[in-house]
């Protein structure tokens, strides 16, 4: 006679495993995502109806604060075997009789948006903490010494050398005072630079047929 | 599912104990809810972007230029100044050929600027508008590049909307010209440009009603 088999039931899967595979997942996530350096100086910035991206990549962007504090930031560019913050940097420094060691540069070339007058560069990139870096940001000079063009000037011009192919955007709070913002323009097309990209958000406004006044 | 194991039925007829009940909760969709709410996360966090308004300027070139003659009958200046403030006067502001024109004050609500532009340029902006609607509604299907151009051919023929200038004084904010550029864009205008104040102006401006 052949066996009774046992009435079937529905088979019970242990999660286990799977709850063990997506903890790993997660360590090697968070691991793995490297963290923003601090930005010199909170933005808020003016809406507008744009929905045109910033690019990643060969950017430089001149950060306005509302005090009207001046900072800046690039990137290395595409190429990563380039070191254009280090270029730049050695390029100041060579302008402004400042010699600056290789550890010096290769803290800079990881670091982001910095504002500072050069005589205090050397001080900020020894600082010990983010406080003390803080304090020393008190924005770039724009306003020219003696007849030379002013420092935001030579930061800009030898950004643009570094990378020729590289966009500038201007990141202004909405509440600063559209003079400085002229003032930076006005140096950015002595720099033979005329388009510009004005960081927004988006906020989307929509106007039809039906708005047109008769 | 989530399971409950039942003893065995008592003896019939007998005094019926409460049956003992034991449960055990099946994990399963907590883990599903966990996993889409960790996807939907990583990928909301990639798409906040900054974006940006690109404005191209005239070369400033050393040598003096010689002023651009544009047509006065299109012409509509409007001036920033602090507090938000929108003042704006149609024509031409010589000192030489008085009377200088009223300036009208506004500001930047829909009923403001806003209503005032697109008087002045409904019909390019009519022509822009049913394009893109037409565009919307499936009448129409073009790639966006060849949408784009369009609407930047219709903006380069038009020979009637406004020129607008756009002159910021030392107590305009950085978000007030933004808006303004803006309002440009959402206008449809087809020529405007940012250009310094005149003296006169700031005359106008001491002088204009509050």
């Known amino acids: 006679m052949p066996k009774l088999k046992p009435p079937v039931r529905t088979p019970h899967i242990d999660m286990t495993p799977m709850v063990d595979l997506f903890s790993v997942l997660l360590i090697f996530l968070l691991l793995t995502a490297s963290f923003r350096p601090q930005e010199a100086t909170t933005i808020t910035s003016p809406n507008s109806v744009s929905e045109k991206q910033a690019p990643d990549t060969s950017i430089m962007t001149i950060i306005l604060n509302k005090e009207g504090k001046v900072f800046f930031n690039m990137d290395n560019g595409k190429d990563s075997t380039k070191h254009t913050r280090v270029d730049v940097l050695t390029e100041m420094g060579k302008q402004y009789n400042i010699k600056f060691t290789p550890k010096e540069l290769y803290d800079f070339g990881h670091w982001a948006s910095f504002g500072m007058p050069m005589v205090d560069f050397k001080k900020w990139l020894n600082a010990k903490d983010s406080k003390e870096k803080e304090l020393l940001q008190t924005g770039i000079p724009t306003d020219s010494v003696d007849n030379q063009p002013s420092q935001l000037f030579f930061w800009v011009r030898f950004a643009r050398l570094a990378n020729p192919n590289a966009e500038v955007a201007i990141k202004g709070d909405g509440e600063t005072n559209y003079k400085k913002v002229k003032l930076v323009m006005d140096l950015l097309q002595e720099n033979k630079v005329n388009k510009f990209n004005l960081v927004t958000n988006l906020e989307k406004q929509e106007v039809t047929l039906k708005d047109l006044p008769k | ?210």
């Open chain 2, 1 to 210: 599912m989530a399971e409950i194991i039942e003893q065995e039925k008592g003896k019939k007829g007998g005094k019926r104990r409460p049956k003992k009940l034991s449960t055990r909760i099946d994990m399963t969709p907590m883990v599903d809810l966990m996993c889409l709410l960790i996807t939907f996360f990583m990928l909301t966090t990639a798409f906040s972007k900054p974006k940006v308004m690109v404005i191209t300027m005239p070369e400033k070139s050393k040598v003096d230029q010689p002023q651009v003659k544009i047509a006065a009958w299109r012409t509509l200046t409007i001036l920033l100044t602090g507090d938000d403030a929108v003042y704006y006067y149609a024509g031409e502001a010589n000192p030489r050929k008085p009377p200088l024109p009223d300036l009208i004050k506004s500001d930047f609500s829909k009923n403001g600027i806003r209503k005032v532009l697109l008087e002045k340029n409904k019909d390019l902006f009519r022509q822009i508008a049913e394009y893109r609607e037409k565009r919307i509604s499936g009448k129409l299907i073009v790639a966006d590049t060849t949408a784009d151009a369009a609407v930047k051919k219709m903006k380069k023929e038009d020979m009637k909307g406004p020129i607008i200038l756009i002159k910021a004084d030392e107590k305009a904010k950085y978000k007030n010209v933004v808006s303004i550029i803006d309002e440009m864009s959402i206008c449809n205008i087809a020529s405007y440009a940012v250009v310094d104040i005149f003296p006169i102006e700031l005359e106008m401006l001491k002088n204009a009603p509050k």
